[in-house]
């Protein structure tokens, strides 16, 4: 532990534990060298307008950021952060019981030895050294369980599966309606989508120039025109036989032969072909709303993992993540309150000053519009001459610590200057030098547009144990439980007898019916059977309406009923929601065998009655659960579930507690503003009236001593009245000083009651508004019976896999109630 984290008064937790206020250190004298008893508190709201952290190693920079990152979560605000080296997963060593054997199983035996310690030995002082450190800035064992339960922490590494798999591949989802009529925003999303995905198969191509970049766009913004999302698989084919004709004035075979086509296509499913991509065919597909929320609407901290890819991998999942995070952000609401974190480590390479990578457009375009709907940017780095620092001149708030060479210190300079002049502030380039020549290891120099002057402060001690990178099988290990957890979610106990039907060939269904089949999204395992299991798909639409509450709202459905033995009457009662990462194809996977197709389903003339059944299901089962929140007196329309309600709820108490906060500030600090003017001219009446006393007092001393030279010398007298009036005078003169002084301290206590008032009152509403304490009101609103639609339902076939135990595991997501 740093000797200097002793040289200040432990700070009381009631000072600290405010709502949007983070604690992330104190405040440190260059000087002397040691900290200040007072607290560097960070209003959340000014992360809204981004912050960028620069150090070179072993300056604290990592320290630092997970600090930020732990108030964040305390205060309930998801982030999702991206970790090129492995330094964010030590979010999940938190240890609020801080014993030796939390911390043991991530010491190295090696550093051990080098300390001449056993491992049990290291574990009991490096517990100790964890206990003390976070004593001495007020911190304990109970805050860091607050900081576990208030948000879910997870690892995804995308294309692998040493921690949660998730994969980008899946499809490229059409946007809505609503995203189509921004035409801007739809060119953007596809020039980054097609350039990350040209980069992950080696082609360097400019969208402006490169045939394959603007084949790929036209194709995609034709379908998405349509409204269809276009899977990868489906994209190949697309590319042998496009769907349209011409290509700006030329026709398509001038434009690109249909023998450069195919080597395209060939390139693209070579790709997904190999057996080392097969990882990233697998795991949850990219939801930026599910990174940041659970599906109960908890806030959650996602860790996105990418120190296993390879260049052009990260290139492609950072730049499909930033297009999705800009396309999410724009579906937002405006608000000036934080809603929201986007943190990347590292970030040289992905937004450098000369090159123009696929990924610089869309982090450019989040750093100057996600301000407006409250998603905060905060970007790290130790390499500060590979930024380009006129697109950082948008960030507000530069957490600088020690940096390594002139050229790291003359770019930082550079893009502090740019965030002045486009906040409208001062610079003071030659003081920033000389203060930035003085720092040393955990103090950073934090310079907030907001503030209007810089502040030098020392990180406070991170809650989270900084175990250093950790290794794959580490990450693996954190995430173990929380995978098997999912696995066992996804096994069926084999409770259809697959035994009892025979597996045959492609049944045929009857005519005039429509089949699906399900695309696997997992691969099945080396000896196991596959099998398609036969379901009934059906979709539909309703309208729920409410003039009263100006609610209008439309619902589409896909309801999937599963049953080998049998279908129930009536139909549709034990049916589910289709999951929504499920694709469909008109061709079945090879090397599948089929089960017969139950008598219900093979006979056209029930499918009518099938059709009208659904729509009596839509409308005795289906309803619009509309969330109202008894505190704001207000609904949350547009939330699909619970999990979303608290979400929206969260951010409306955020920006109320903020509006009332700023409302609150703005009166009170009208109010000390006048006593200040006040106080200032009490102090000009003190220094008259002082001024005046002294000139009495001289005066009244020069009559005496006149008076009494004059008695003794016998020249002119004095009376002694005269001398009696002018120290009645002076007397009256220091009276009036005392008074003019007292009547200052009054003002002062009156300023100071003022202050205390407004402490009062922010608690009052940090209490109030306290996003733990949310209360919901709901009411059930059935669908328009008039309104209620459905399609024909079609025959969809469910790949399964059957092991030699005879366990059966869907290959596709399942929803609970269908696991059965």
């Known amino acids: 532990m740093p000797k200097n984290d002793t040289k200040a008064n432990t700070p009381d937790p009631k000072v600290f534990e405010k709502l949007s206020a983070f604690y992330l250190g104190r405040h440190y004298d260059l000087q002397q060298g040691e900290m200040l008893d007072d607290l560097l508190m960070y209003d959340a709201k000014d992360l809204c307008t981004h912050a ?3 150090g070179m190693t072993g300056s604290g920079k990592t320290g630092l950021c997970l600090s930020l990152l732990e108030e964040a979560a305390i205060d ?3 982030a999702i952060c991206v970790d090129p080296k492995g330094d964010l997963a030590n979010l999940l060593l938190t240890f609020p019981d801080l014993k030796p054997e939390d911390f043991k199983p991530w010491l190295e035996s090696g550093e051990a030895t080098r300390q001449g310690k056993t491992l049990d030995e290291l574990a009991e002082s490096t517990a100790t050294m964890w206990r003390d450190g976070l004593a001495s800035w007020g911190q304990d064992g109970q805050r860091i369980r607050r900081l576990k339960e208030a948000v879910d922490v997870a690892i995804y590494t995308p294309g692998s599966n040493i921690g949660l798999p998730m994969t980008v591949l899946r499809s490229f989802d059409a946007p809505t309606p609503e995203e189509l009529e921004d035409g801007e925003a739809v060119a953007e999303r596809i020039t980054g989508a097609v350039s990350g995905l040209l980069t992950l198969i080696g082609i360097d191509a400019d969208p402006m120039v490169s045939p394959e970049h603007i084949l790929v766009s036209s194709i995609l913004q034709h379908e998405w025109s349509e409204g269809k999302s276009v899977a990868v698989a489906q994209l190949i084919r697309l590319i042998q036989s496009p769907p349209i004709s011409r290509v700006g004035v030329l026709d398509l075979e001038s434009f690109m032969p249909a023998t450069e086509r195919a080597k395209l296509a060939m390139r693209l499913n070579n790709l997904l072909a190999s057996p080392a991509f097969a990882s990233w065919l697998e795991g949850e597909s990219l939801s930026i709303q599910d990174l940041y929320f659970t599906a109960e609407g908890k806030p959650r901290l996602t860790i996105l993992s990418i120190a296993h890819l390879n260049e052009n991998e ?4 950072v730049t499909i993540l930033l297009n999705e995070l800009l396309a999410w ?6 608000t ?8 990347m480590d590292e970030v040289a390479g992905y937004f450098p000053p000369v090159a123009n990578p696929p990924s610089k457009p869309p982090m450019l375009t989040l750093l100057k519009q996600a301000r407006a709907f409250g998603v905060g940017i905060t970007l790290a780095t130790q390499n500060p001459v590979d930024l380009d620092y006129k697109g950082l001149s948008n ?3 530069w957490f600088l610590g020690r940096l390594q060479t002139e050229r790291d210190k003359a770019r930082v300079l550079e893009g502090l200057e740019g965030a002045a002049s486009e906040s409208g502030q001062t610079f003071d380039r030659g003081q920033m030098e000389q203060t930035l020549a003085g720092l040393g290891k955990r103090v950073f120099l934090m310079n907030n547009v907001h503030d209007g002057f810089p502040s030098v402060f020392q990180t406070r001690w991170a809650m989270s144990f900084l175990a250093g990178p950790l290794a794959r099988n580490q990450i693996s290990r954190l995430m173990r439980d929380r995978k098997q957890a999912m696995a066992a979610a996804q096994t069926d106990a084999g409770d259809e007898d697959d035994a009892g039907q025979s597996d045959q060939p492609r049944p045929v269904v009857p005519a005039g019916i429509e089949e699906c089949f399900l695309v696997p999204q997992v691969r099945s395992t080396k000896g196991c059977k596959r099998i398609y299991r036969p379901a009934l798909l059906v979709e539909g639409s309703m309208r729920f309406s409410k003039s009263s509450l100006d609610l209008e709202h439309w619902r589409d459905i896909c309801h999937l009923e599963r049953r080998d033995h049998g279908f129930p009457d009536p139909l549709w009662e034990t049916s589910a929601p289709l999951h929504r990462d499920v694709e469909r194809s008109d061709e079945p996977e090879p090397d599948f065998v089929f089960k017969d197709l139950p008598n219900e389903l093979i006979s056209k003339a029930k499918y009518r009655s099938y059709r009208s059944q659904f729509k009596d299901y839509m409308y005795r089962h289906c309803t619009f659960t509309l969330y109202r929140s008894v ?20 951010q409306r108490y955020r920006e109320e507690k903020d509006r009332l906060e700023e409302k609150l500030r703005d009166k009170i600090q009208s109010k000390v503003r006048t006593l200040e003017n006040k106080l200032h001219k009490a102090q000009e009446r003190v220094d008259r009236e002082a001024a005046q ?6 005066s009244a001393g020069a009559t005496l001593v006149q008076g009494v030279l004059g008695a003794f010398l016998g020249g002119r007298r004095t009376g002694m009245s005269t001398v009696a009036r002018s120290a009645t005078y002076a007397n009256r003169q220091r009276l009036d000083v005392k008074q003019a002084e007292q009547a200052m301290d009054r003002l002062r206590d009156d300023i100071s009651a003022l202050e205390d008032e407004l402490g009062r009152e922010i608690d009052r509403l940090n209490e109030t508004y306290d996003p733990e304490r949310i209360e919901i009101d709901t009411t059930e609103i059935p669908p328009r019976k008039g309104d209620l639609k459905a399609e024909t339902p079609v025959i969809a076939w469910v790949p399964w896999q059957v092991d030699a135990d005879g366990i059966a595991t869907p290959l596709v997501p399942l929803e609970p109630s269908l696991e059965s």
Request: glycine fraction near 8%.
């Open 336 to 343: 000036s309150s934080l809603r929201a974190m986007f943190y």
């Open 329 to 334: 952000t724009r579906r937002q609401s405006g």
């Open 314 to 317: 990260r290139m492609f999942f």
């Open 76 to 78: 309930g605000i998801p």
């Open 631 to 650: 505190l704001l007196d207000e609904e949350a329309k547009d939330s699909k579930n619970r999990g979303e309600a608290m979400a929206y709820f969260r």
């Open 395 to 397: 960030i507000g708030t």
């Open 52 to 54: 960028m952290c620069v």
């Open 693 to 698: 006393s002294s000139s009495s007092m001289i």
